[in-house]
């Protein structure tokens, strides 16, 4: 297994793992949701990462792109994008949103691989991270509701036991008042929170 930065020529492979690795109900937003970050231009820079099997673990071999018969293929993504205070163009997170890994490869540390990754590589562009999941999941990266409370979401939440935050930096603890922020485009549609 692999990862290396999302391309734009994996979208469809991207699109293909997010309709099968999510209920029917939400695959296609999600996919959506995905594909759009991909084709982000923000600043600071999204994060969009993407784990393959049966790959030459070479970033700049162009020859067989991931879905081509005999090459690669993609069976994970994550997107990690940057939120914002309102009005203004401060930083004040990354959000983790979406991630997934192919039916048939779960169970075997690929999520774990692409979050872990992730973390490392946004740790040195911003102080915490947010993610709106599982804490029975995302507990095992140091995610917790507690330092989700320092954080307003843009929308009201649907499931209020799923927003987390996770301090990247030792000093880093919880703000001293909670932060309103605002996400990129993508992310800003009250149905996906
Ligand atoms: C969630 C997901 C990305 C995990 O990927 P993965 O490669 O299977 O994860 P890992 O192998 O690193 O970890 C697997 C562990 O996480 C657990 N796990 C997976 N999804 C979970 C969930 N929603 N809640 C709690 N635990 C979960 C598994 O039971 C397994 O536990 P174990 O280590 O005790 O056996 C993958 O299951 C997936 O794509 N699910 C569908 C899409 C989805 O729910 N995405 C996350 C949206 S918030």
């Not at 997010?18 to 970050?37: G, K």
């Not at 991630?99 to 540390?109: F, N, R, S, Y």
């Not at 562009?125 to 320092?150: K, M, W």
Request: charged share 15%; aromatic share 8%; glycine share 8%.
């Amino acid at each position: 297994m692999h990862i290396r930065p999302a391309r734009i020529s994996d979208k469809d492979a991207i699109e293909q793992l997010y309709l099968a690795a999510f209920d029917q109900s939400e695959a296609a937003a999600v996919a959506e949701l995905a594909l759009e970050f991909l084709g982000e231009n923000s600043q600071p820079a999204c994060l969009n990462l993407v784990a393959l099997v049966n790959d030459n673990n070479n970033d700049n071999n162009h020859n067989s792109e991931a879905g081509e018969p005999g090459g690669p293929s993609i069976v994970g993504h994550i997107s990690l994008s940057p939120c914002f205070e309102p009005g203004s163009n401060k930083l004040v997170a990354y959000i983790l949103a979406p991630l997934a890994v192919a039916p048939g490869e779960q169970k075997q540390g690929l999520g774990s691989a692409l979050v872990k990754q992730a973390l490392v590589q946004i740790k040195q562009h911003c102080d915490y991270i947010l993610v709106y999941g599982d804490p029975a999941y995302y507990g095992r990266f140091g995610f917790n509701t507690e330092l989700g409370q320092s954080f307003i979401p843009p929308y009201p939440l649907q499931f209020a036991e799923g927003w987390q935050a996770l301090a990247l930096k030792p000093h880093a603890s919880s703000p001293e008042q909670a932060r309103k922020f605002h996400c990129l485009g993508p992310l800003s549609h009250a149905a996906l929170w």
